[in-house]
């Protein structure tokens, strides 16, 4: 009974030197208010939650489950995406290319964090690599997209190894902090080395991506190259993680000794974690930079990567169709509570706490990894 | 033929002397075990054997290869395998892909093999999975083969890391403790499993406190003892030798 109060009394003291006494007491009021009802509320427990991991669960079965309603779903789901942009507006396909471009980055990051269980918070280096080296390549050589594509994804996946060939001899929270100071130093590499890349300034003047000289400067056609992408990102993730690939970065998550014991080569699949996570986000970089027709520093922040990780975790680490209803969530939720802009951040922070309690393995994450494909 | 051969091999924590100069020979075929008091090495010998400590001194020789310095991975394919003493499954998988995993040195396909799912790479993926369930129904799980395996009761949790050892295809099976904390029942299906493990060729490397099994199935004995081997020889001859005899129940006064 008396928990809240003195939850409430403490939250209420520490914000008393910063807004003054009636402040104070509002946020008392409230937060006593607010827990008692969450305690009362979670007499109910049963009826509320329960029904909720039941629909998850099923949704998570919807793509697995029995062969041919699987496929139909498929492909219903393929065409309601293709058909898009004929009845949406630029708004909604804006988000939308936005969102696979962030199912790219997320399915990227599910191989390191997810699959192999290396915690990498500095992902968005790698998605700043690809999006630069597209960017000066454009502007400086006149390299189009699919010319400059390959290169992009090549660089991306070498910063890939040289960072995994340090981090790898770390582990846990020292491997986190290692990669967090390797995406700081790139962003702040491309903030200040003006010669090439124009520091804060960013560079402008991108050509966005074409197919047979016909630019995709129209967003329904950058809609399709996106869409496009995002299936072949799912294809070959899904495709490798269910071969020995992903059957060992799955034991070197689980556990490294036992892995090594049975044959598995626990530094060099580390290694392909890295690099094949950041060839995605390299991936993504490039068709960010072609679509934005801009790029700068300050599209690569640790926040990014923190937003990230966060539809990793939010759809449940390991789960590839968790992972993009992750992306996607994450993408279309700011955008949905734009009216209550200063607390989308607030709301979004309540949501993972509330995530962690009541469905740790995230929204659509399964009990087990599953190797059915 | 001596399948391996442990010469002079010491290894020392600082100034802990966990292994000091055991030698030690194993015949092909045999079911041998290690025993001795806790604290006598035998574990870290076992981790000395697969290249998950390194030896600070000596030199092992399995199947005629020197393994002293190379890594688990290169030893488990040479043909050793292990079990844990403290159970070491991958405990999100499946029971069934914890057996695949193991199975790892054997599938030659690779990145491209998988994405565009090439006709090799489905046979062995075929192949793997009808093994795995070979292997599994050899330790007798295959019942289980669809749940996760961090839920499997204790004994079968056991039983299912022998299943994941044998799965490498290794000539010797290195077991830690396989009957630690099981009932009579339980530990007389694991003595009839390590038989069975004998008929199919294996060598057995055995860690072991329970009596009843080391002296009911052993072919040969080793004891240990504060790092060092004082005894070896038939599970007659230990019975009666009097320095096990001490290192187990203490000096008469």
């Not at chain 1, 936005?98 to 990498?120: D, E, H, K, R, S």
């Not at chain 2, 043909?79 to 030659?108: D, P, Y």
Request: include cysteine; hydrophobic fraction near 50%.
């Amino acid at each position: 009974m008396a928990k809240p109060l003195i939850i409430a009394i403490w939250m209420s003291a520490l914000f008393l030197p910063f807004k003054g006494l009636k402040a104070a007491l509002i946020l008392f009021v409230a937060l006593s208010c607010m827990l008692f009802l969450l305690k009362y509320l979670s007499r109910f427990k049963d009826v509320i939650i329960a029904p909720l991991h039941k629909t998850f669960d099923k949704m998570q079965n919807i793509f697995t489950a029995a062969p041919l309603p699987s496929i139909l779903a498929r492909y219903a789901l393929l065409m309601c995406l293709a058909a898009l942009p004929f009845f949406s507006g630029d708004y909604f396909l804006d988000i939308a290319v936005l969102a696979g471009i962030y199912i790219i980055l997320a399915l990227g990051l599910n191989v390191v964090v997810g699959f192999a269980g290396l915690l990498n918070l500095g992902f968005v280096a790698f998605y700043a690599i690809g999006a630069y080296t597209y960017a000066l390549l454009n502007t400086r050589y006149g390299f189009g997209f699919w010319t400059a594509l390959p290169f992009s994804l090549i660089f991306t996946m070498l910063f890939g190894f040289l960072l995994a060939i340090p981090a790898l001899r770390l582990k846990g929270d020292y491997l986190a902090i290692v990669t967090l100071g390797f995406g700081e130093i790139v962003r702040l590499i491309l903030n200040n080395w003006d010669s090439l890349t124009r520091g804060p300034n960013g560079i402008s003047g991108i050509a966005p991506p074409a197919i047979m000289s016909l630019p995709m400067e129209k967003l329904g056609y950058y809609y399709y190259l996106v869409l496009f992408f995002v299936i072949l990102t799912l294809f070959i993730t899904k495709r490798v993680y269910s071969s020995k690939i992903g059957r060992a970065w799955v034991a070197i998550r689980e556990d490294e000794i036992a892995s090594s014991v049975i044959g598995i080569q626990t530094t060099l699949y580390k290694l392909y974690a890295f690099a094949f996570g950041a060839f995605w986000a390299g991936l993504a970089g490039a068709l960010f930079a072609g679509k934005m027709q801009f790029v700068s520093p300050e599209s690569f922040t640790f926040m990014e990567s923190v937003l990230i990780l966060c539809m990793v975790i939010l759809g449940g680490l390991g789960s590839i169709y968790g992972v993009i209803f992750g992306a996607f969530l994450l993408v279309l939720l700011p955008e949905i509570l734009r009216e209550v802009q200063l607390y989308r951040m607030l709301a979004l922070g309540a949501g993972l706490v509330m995530l962690m309690i009541f469905r740790p393995q995230g929204l659509l994450g399964g009990k087990s990894v599953s190797f059915r494909s | 033929m001596y399948l391996l051969e442990v010469k002079n091999v010491s290894m020392h924590f600082g100034g802990i002397k966990a292994v000091e100069e055991l030698d030690l020979r194993v015949k092909d075929g045999i079911i041998m075990s290690v025993i001795g008091p806790n604290g006598a090495g035998k574990t870290t010998f076992f981790n000395c054997l697969t290249g998950i400590a390194k030896p600070t001194g000596g030199s092992i020789l399995f199947s005629d290869t020197d393994i002293t310095r190379l890594p688990p991975h290169e030893i488990a394919k040479l043909g050793a395998a292990r079990t844990f003493q403290n159970i070491r499954l991958f405990k999100e998988m499946t029971v069934i892909e914890n057996v695949m995993v193991a199975q790892h040195c054997q599938i030659r396909s690779g990145l491209f093999g998988s994405i565009f799912r090439l006709k090799k790479f489905n046979d062995e993926e075929r192949t793997v999975r009808e093994k795995a369930q070979e292997y599994l129904e050899f330790v007798g799980l295959s019942d289980y083969a669809g749940s996760v395996s961090g839920s499997l009761p204790y004994g079968a949790q056991r039983r299912l890391e022998i299943a994941r050892a044998l799965a490498s295809e290794p000539s010797m099976v290195l077991l830690d403790e396989p009957t630690a904390g099981m009932n009579p029942q339980e530990t007389s299906e694991v003595m009839e499993l390590i038989r069975n493990l004998k008929a199919l060729g294996k060598t057995v490397l055995l860690i072991e406190h329970d009596m009843k099994v080391v002296m009911g199935i052993s072919d040969w004995i080793a004891v240990m003892d504060h790092g060092v081997k004082i005894a070896e020889g038939f599970p007659s001859d230990i019975r009666k030798n009097q320095m096990v005899i001490e290192a187990y129940l203490g000096k008469e006064q």
